[in-house]
């Protein structure tokens, strides 16, 4: 494992970068932060601190221009939204150069997100106006009571978006707000808040009228209550501890939540799983992003039969990957982003060491890459009383262990209050799906990492218990952003009986239709 310090490229040195911290959503006299580059602990961007008052502002503004925007038609907002998408992949190099400084990542991790990006604007654009149109209802009474479901946006959506994939979870949660005819309030996390304010930039020359999404920065704890009062509905990444929070107050309020939050994600590897690509998607499963992906793997159960073969082969593949910061494909493995997820790492794995735990890759802090990098690590022989046995790491580390039938596979995975994504590995694919059925997670994968249940955005994402609440993807992830509404038409004859006809006989007949729609089979 090896790498060397990279300077910024040179996106940082364009007038871009200058202009971004502008589109901050915050008085002109705003106290400044900075961020800092985790490749090289330098200062990066330059931003404006938003207060509660500048969110309330935000607020106001947005409530207006959602008005005007709710009354373009969903084909024209689509057409927006087509744009962008076209735009973010004739720029990616801007987004990809801004995603690696602010967040350390791989140039191969960044391109993921704007494919994710690309994909979601895709699909939701083409498939917003037959899913938010107007929907015949079966009636009361059949022939005589016409029945529509119609879907009204919520109004004023909070996205709260978190520093791991922070692209995709900036725009990628704000579209689909967006087509359904809300305005945005979005608080992305402000390490990497110039790449969300890339993709705000890129949507308003798209067309998007400038106050329907609009961004504010600064700490939770500062801007998070005025961020929740002013929203009809709030959209959450982040820690399972944060998103218990935010639900108590959206419960308050009465306002919906979807909370997309921690897990402590399984790969099951069956016996007749084919040992080198199952290798292969260990290493997939465990080290993007650095381990810093919510639906990375962290607990890796492992046939009996063939652990020996395969922990060799991902013990071979794992000490191969290539360490470092450079603003090109060439690297596997990156930096990870903050000193406090270096500090869960590096404490998760002592104290693992330090009552037993086997080291049979990486396991060190890496300064003489970075100041944040740390070695993929594989650890063996992890026990109930280690903190990351349970815990979440969010980092580059797996525990492997085995098993002995497919049903104590089942229940070691599913041993954990959390439920967000899980890998399954058979040469035999329909005994892959059937297990894959009896995991407690949002997404199962089966002979693949992540990627198979995430790209397809035509089906539900998110996660079962403390993993969170709510969908993102699929038509859930457009209409829990609409307030559905029922209009049910009565023509000719109503429920109360015609003034010819007495209530006991009105009765009979009502009976009587009622054993004739049974008997015809009517829903
Ligand atoms: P975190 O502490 O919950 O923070 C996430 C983001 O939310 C930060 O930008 C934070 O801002 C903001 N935030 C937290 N509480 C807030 C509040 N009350 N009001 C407004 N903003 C608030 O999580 P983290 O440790 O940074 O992120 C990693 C966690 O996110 C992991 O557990 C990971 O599994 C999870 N995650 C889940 C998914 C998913 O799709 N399920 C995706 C990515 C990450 P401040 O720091 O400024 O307060």
Redesign the pocket.
């Known amino acids: 494992m090896t790498g060397t310090l990279t300077p910024l490229p040179a996106t940082f040195s364009s007038p871009l970068v200058g202009r971004l911290p502008a589109l901050v959503t915050a008085s002109p006299e705003a106290e400044r932060t900075i961020t800092h580059a985790p490749y090289t602990g330098e200062p990066l961007a330059d931003l404006p601190v938003s207060t509660p008052e500048d969110v309330a502002d935000a607020f106001v503004r947005a409530r207006r221009a959602q008005e005007r925007w709710a009354e373009v038609p969903v084909r024209e907002r689509a057409r927006i939204l087509l744009r962008f998408h076209d735009l973010v992949l004739e720029r990616q190099d801007q987004a990809l150069d801004l995603m690696q400084a602010e967040n350390g990542k791989t140039r191969r991790d960044a391109f993921l997100e704007v494919s994710d990006i690309a994909i979601t604007a895709r699909y939701y654009a083409r498939g917003a106006a037959s899913l938010l149109g107007p929907k015949r209802r079966r009636g009361a009474i059949p022939v005589l009571t016409h029945t529509t479901e119609l879907r009204h946006p919520k109004g004023v959506v909070t996205v709260?978006?978190?520093?791991?994939?922070p692209l995709s979870?900036a725009a990628g949660d704000a579209i689909p707000a967006l087509l359904a005819g809300n305005a945005v309030v979005q608080?992305?996390?402000?390490?990497t808040a110039l790449t969300a304010l890339w993709a705000l930039d890129l949507m308003r020359e798209a067309g998007l009228p400038t106050d329907v999404w609009q961004m504010v920065v600064?700490?939770?704890?500062?801007?998070?209550?005025a961020?929740?009062t002013g929203a009809d509905y709030v959209m959450?990444?982040?820690?399972?501890?944060?998103?218990r929070?935010?639900a108590r107050?959206a419960g308050e309020r009465l306002i919906g939540a979807s909370l997309?939050?921690?897990?402590k994600n399984a790969m099951v590897v069956l016996a007749d799983a084919d040992v080198a690509k199952a290798a292969d998607g260990a290493v997939a499963a465990c080290f993007p992003s650095a381990g810093?992906?919510?639906?990375s793997i962290e607990r890796l159960y492992v046939a009996e039969e063939i652990r020996e073969e395969f922990v060799a082969a991902f013990v071979a593949r794992t000490r191969q990957l290539k360490l470092g910061a450079a603003f090109d494909f060439s690297v596997d493995v990156g930096s990870l982003t903050?000193a406090?997820?270096l500090d869960t790492v590096t404490s998760h794995i002592a104290d693992a060491v330090d009552k037993g735990a086997t080291v049979l890759a990486g396991g060190k802090a890496r300064p003489d890459v970075g100041p944040l990098f740390h070695e993929p690590t594989i650890l063996a022989d992890v026990t109930p009383e280690m903190t990351l046995f349970a815990q979440?790491t969010?980092g580059p580390v797996v525990s492997i262990y085995s098993f002995r039938t497919e049903s104590e596979a089942v229940a070691l995975a599913n041993a954990t209050s959390y439920g967000?994504n899980a890998s399954v590995w058979s040469r035999d694919g329909a005994r892959g799906r059937a297990v894959a059925a009896r995991l407690h997670a949002g997404t199962v994968n089966v002979n693949e990492a992540f990627a198979a249940a995430w790209g397809s955005v035509d089906a539900p994402?998110?996660?079962m218990g403390d993993?969170?609440l709510g969908r993102?993807h699929g038509a859930d992830g457009l209409l829990k952003y609409t307030e559905p509404q029922t209009v049910a038409h009565q023509r000719l004859q109503g429920f109360t009986p015609p003034k010819s006809i007495d209530h006991e006989r009105w009765s009979r007949v009502l009976t009587g239709a009622l054993k004739t729609l049974r008997a015809v089979g009517a829903r």
């Open positions: 709260i978006s978190p520093w791991n994939y979870m608080k992305p996390d402000t390490q600064g700490r939770g704890s500062s801007i998070g209550d961020l929740l959450f990444t982040g820690s399972t501890a944060s998103g929070r935010i107050t997309e939050l921690g897990g810093q992906l919510c639906v903050t406090a997820q979440e969010f967000l994402m998110g996660g993993s969170g993102r």
